[in-house]
Structure formats: structure tokens, C-alpha cells
């Protein structure tokens, strides 16, 4: 479609940008700077009701092919707007956000959900780096927006480094790409790649650094280096929309590319690689090294929000499972994990926000005793969702982890089945380390006592229960995670 046709099926992002302008705008005006955020709020679920009425349209190629409108598009921008709108419900009670310049904040929060949109429906690659560079830079501004914290800036700093090493080797992997197939656009690579014209050895050196800079965005291993500091130095509703909107931005591009762009659709919903290049299997060892170091580093830890960046690490690792079987059942897996650990671990930052708004301690001792020193809720809900993380029935991190081992197993890779279950058993140790000290230890005086407020209880009722909920009716989300699997191609 040209440009004019294009416009109506890009209103969520018309709707973003509009947002956007009208919070730097009101920033000028507005003596409450809370109202921005509730702004914010607003403009964010006017987006999410704008993808809702968009589903129903038939799948296009926007823009002279630089962006698709498929359902592929439509169930991530669904989570990326749901991710923002906990970001910023987290970030109205947050005593670290109201330090900072809210109208500031809150439209840089929102250009990075609108640079996410794009990375998800993506269909080129000069699309695709734009959109990756845009949501990384938000970040990196993000991170650092708690202006006169040292942390926040380190992490701020490292952050940056690392975002440009892993941009300059994958822009440099497409450019590659590009010299072996002639075109940046994801139909045209598949054909010329079925055409079987590249030379293998160029092709895997070219898939190889693109890799970079997907690994880095999902933070596997070995692109995980920046991912414990800045989720230790930034504010914690950044780190909570880091860990969900992110990763699942990272994820998106990363199968879009990989599946039309490297592979084609056989029979039974498998597909298979073109170019006689396997990536599937230099995946499948990143996938092994992710899930592992993840959780053996995380045993270690004793923040909280270091534990849980590592706990991050780990997850992604358990997604790349779903990546690499090379199969429908896989990236349905997939879609539907990402939504389970929206919910586990956006609860579980939240639930670090509470006791860190009450104490300013992040650490597992400032936890000790969390249940009878006035935080009984957060305690049971932290809880929920920790045994959800580590996948103990019947909450909604079990059915995930079930729907990406059949789809493991299913397609014989029994090995990495066992390493994950192995990994899984080792994940719950540093999880039932909180809960312990949450209920088990009793507080010595020193850590001060919790209150829930209405707005961050209002939030983490919605976010137990879904957990709860999702572990014992997932039809729907199965459903639409199935529907979900469809791209446009061609």
C-alpha cells in the first residue's frame, strides 16, 4: 500500500504519537505533573482499544512493504501496550518516578512503546534497525532518568555501551544480507535465499551477527552482560517494562526475521531453513547457556532486582526453546509464555516497588519477615508469583513452561528438554530463598514496616489473579496465541 492508504491501519501509533506531543507540550503547562501520567494512562488504552478494533482487518503490507499489518503484529503490540500501561500505573505510585521530570518520563516511556509497535510489524530490515535503535535509545534515557542516583547513571552508561557494540555488529550482519540477496525486504530475502544463490559459509557469518543484536535486546547469553546492572540501577517500573515490553519487543523481530525472512512453511506446521545454513542449532546452544548461567547466577544474588535480572536471563532461555524446534507448536509456545511471564514478573517488580517505597531496601533482608510486619498482601502475592516463575502447578509459569517442553519434546529434542527441567528445579531454590524470608524469618526491627497503597493494590489484584486464573483456564490465550502464528508472507 502507498502512504495514504496506509495511515488508517497505523492509528494505535497515531494515537501513541499524538499522546507524546501533548505530554511535552502539557509538561510547559501543567503545575501536576501526576496529571501526565494519568495522561499517559489514557492515551496508552485509547492505543490498546485502537489495535483491538484493527484486528478484525485484513493483513496488509503498509508503507511500500516497510511494515506489515498482520495478526502476528497485532498480538504484540497488544502486550507491548498492556506492558505500558502496568509501567506507568507502577510508575504513578513509584517514589523513585516522582523524582524525576514526569513530563519527560512519561513521553520517552511512550516513544519507546511506539518504537516497539514498529519493531513488532517490521518487514524490512532498514525497518527493523530503525525501530530497534529507537526503542534502545528511549532506554538508555530511561535508565538514566533518575538523574542524580550514581547508580542509575552507570547503568545508564553501560547500558549504552553495550547497545552500541550489539547494533554496530548487526547492522553490519544485515548489510551482509543484503550483499548476498540483493533486497532488505523480508519476501524477497526468502526467495532469493530459496533460489539457494548465497554462499552458506557468507550466510552464517551474516545470520551470526545479526544474532548480536537479538540476543542483546532478549538478553541471552553471551549479549546478558548489560542486563544485572541495569536492572539494578533503574528506576523499578523502567526495569519492570525492560524485563516484559523489551524482551517481548526483542522476540518479535527476532521470529519475524528468523521464520518468513530465513525459512520456509513446510507440511504440518514445520518449517525449514533456507540457505544451507542450520541455524536452528547455534541457537539451540545459546538457548542451553542462557537458561543455565541465568539461573546459576542468580543463586548467588542477594538484591532482589539483580536476582530477578538474572531470573530474566534465565526465562529467555526458556523461550528460545519454543525458537528453535522450528515448528508452529513452538512459536505458539512462545506467544503464549511471553504473556505468563508479563504477568509474573511485572507482579514481582511491583511487589519490590512496595516494600522499596516503604523501606528503600531492595535486598532479600528487606524482605525478612515481609507477612507480619503489615505486608501480608505483597508477602502472598510475591509468593504467587515466584512459584509461577518457577513453574509450580497450578499457576499460569506452569502451563507456559508445559506448552514449550511438549512442543521440545514433541519435535525429539529430549536433551534440552532435560537441561531445562534440570534448570527449572534450580530456579526454585533462589525463588523459595524470598519466600522463606518473606514468611519464615521474623523481622528484627530494623527493616520497618509495609503499607499497601489502593492504586499499587488495585494493580497487583489484578496481576495475582490473572496468575491464578491463567494456570487454570488458558483457553483463550492459547487461542489467541494461536491465531497469532500467522504471518504474511509473500
Known amino acids: 500500500m502507498s502512504t495514504a492508504e496506509s495511515l488508517p491501519y497505523i492509528l494505535p501509533e497515531l494515537v501513541l504519537t499524538a499522546t507524546i506531543l501533548v505530554l511535552f507540550v502539557g509538561d510547559l503547562a501543567v503545575r501536576q505533573k501526576d496529571r501526565l501520567g494519568e495522561l499517559a494512562l489514557v492515551g496508552v488504552a485509547a492505543s490498546l482499544f485502537a ?8 493483513d496488509a503490507y503498509l508503507f511500500n512493504r516497510m511494515i506489515v499489518h498482520d495478526q502476528f503484529a497485532i498480538f504484540f503490540k497488544v502486550v ?5 500501561l502496568a509501567t506507568i500505573w507502577m510508575s504513578l505510585g513509584s517514589k523513585e518516578v516522582q523524582r524525576t521530570y514526569q513530563g519527560e518520563y512519561y513521553g520517552i516511556l511512550l516513544s519507546s512503546a511506539l518504537g516497539m509497535y514498529f519493531m513488532a510489524a517490521a518487514s524490512n530490515l532498514l525497518m527493523a534497525y530503525l525501530s530497534l535503535e529507537f526503542v534502545s535509545l528511549t532506554s538508555y534515557v530511561l535508565t538514566g532518568s533518575l538523574r542524580h542516583n550514581r547508580r542509575s547513571g552507570e547503568a545508564s552508561l553501560k547500558y549504552l555501551i553495550y547497545g552500541g557494540v550489539a547494533s554496530g555488529a548487526m547492522i553490519y550482519g544485515m548489510s551482509w544480507i543484503f550483499g548476498l ?14 533460489n539457494g544463490s548465497a554462499n552458506p559459509l557468507a550466510l552464517f557469518i551474516a545470520i551470526t551477527l ?16 548489560w542486563a544485572p546492572d541495569v536492572y539494578t540501577g533503574a528506576p523499578i517500573p523502567v526495569t519492570a517494562f525492560l524485563s516484559v515490553g523489551s524482551k517481548a519487543a526483542g522476540f518479535a523481530m527476532l521470529l519475524r526475521f528468523f521464520y518468513p525472512g530465513l525459512s520456509t512453511l513446510g507440511e504440518a506446521g514445520r518449517w525449514q531453513a533456507l540457505g544451507g545454513v542450520d541455524w536452528s542449532q547455534l541457537v539451540l546452544v545459546l538457548c542451553i547457556a ?3 548461567l541465568g539461573n546459576l547466577a542468580a543463586l548467588q544474588q542477594t538484591n532482589v532486582k539483580r536476582l530477578l535480572a538474572y531470573s530474566s536471563i534465565a526465562h529467555a532461555g526458556y523461550m528460545l526453546m519454543g525458537f ?4 508452529d507448536e513452538g512459536l505458539r509456545a512462545v506467544l503464549f509464555y511471553l504473556v505468563t511471564y508479563y504477568l509474573m514478573n511485572i507482579g514481582a517488580f511491583l511487589t519490590v516497588m512496595v516494600v522499596a517505597n516503604a523501606t528503600g531496601r531492595e535486598d532479600i533482608d528487606g524482605f525478612r519477615g515481609l507477612a507480619w510486619r503489615g505486608g501480608s498482601v505483597p508477602a502472598v502475592a510475591m509468593a504467587i508469583f515466584l512459584f509461577s516463575l518457577a513453574g509450580i502447578p ?3 509459569g506452569f502451563i507456559g513452561k508445559f506448552y514449550l517442553f511438549a512442543a521440545v519434546i514433541r519435535e525429539q529434542y529430549y536433551m534440552l528438554a532435560l537441561v531445562a527441567g534440570i534448570n527449572s528445579v534450580l530456579s526454585l531454590y533462589y525463588y523459595a530463598r524470598i519466600v522463606r524470608a518473606m514468611f519464615l524469618e521474623f523481622p528484627t526491627g530494623t527493616e520497618g514496616t509495609v503499607s499497601l497503597d489502593w492504586s499499587n493494590g488495585a494493580l497487583l489484584g489484578v496481576l495475582t489473579v490473572s496468575t491464578v486464573v491463567l494456570g487454570v483456564y488458558w483457553a483463550p490465550v492459547i487461542a489467541l496465541a494461536d491465531r497469532s502464528v500467522r504471518f504474511l508472507m509473500g
Not at 528453535?324 to 515448528?327: A, D, P, R, T
Open 80 to 84: 507491548f501496550a498492556l506492558a505500558t
Open 394 to 396: 497450578p499457576l499460569a
Open 51 to 58: 489495535v483491538a478494533r484493527l484486528s478484525h482487518v485484513d
Open 290 to 292: 542462557t537458561m543455565t
Open 210 to 225: 545479526t544474532l548480536t543484536g537479538f540476543g542483546y535486546k532478549i538478553s541471552a547469553v553471551p549479549f546478558h552482560m
Open 181 to 194: 540477496t540483493g533486497n532488505m525486504d523480508y519476501a524477497a530475502i526468502n526467495a532469493a535465499l530459496a
Open 324 to 327: 528453535v524446534v522450528l515448528s
